[in-house]
Nanobody
């Protein structure tokens, strides 16, 4: 069974940086497309950054120039580097990863991690 565990969230001041990690464990043949989403209180979950299996990336307008999605295939880990953080980035962040495992290609979600940007 595949499991995703997120880490790296927390409280940061405006203008600061955080790097979120999403580590996959279990029977993993490969990591394909991946994405980071966030959900603020009272709002719908939204896509922040995504990457195809070929490495093509896509970012929400609010994240462009500040956030970077990446992966370390050897560690089965995906990352979201967040710079120049703003209070409006405050949300629970979720990774979503398509993983080739026993039974085929399947999507998995992380448990969610809180990011709070506040002075």
């Amino acid at each position: 069974q595949v499991r995703l565990v997120e880490s790296g969230g927390g409280l940061v001041q405006p203008g600061g940086s955080l790097r979120l990690s999403c580590a996959a464990s279990g029977i993993i043949f490969s990591i394909n497309a991946m994405g980071w989403y966030r959900q603020a209180p009272g709002k719908q979950r939204e896509l922040v950054a995504a990457s195809t299996s070929g490495g093509t990336t896509n970012y929400a307008d609010s994240a462009k120039g500040r956030f970077t999605i990446s992966r370390d295939s050897a560690k089965n880990t995906v990352y979201l580097q967040m710079n120049s953080l703003k209070p409006e980035d405050t949300a629970v962040y979720y990774c979503n990863v398509n993983i080739m495992t026993v039974g085929g290609l399947r999507p998995y979600w992380g448990q969610g991690i809180q990011v709070t940007v506040s002075s």
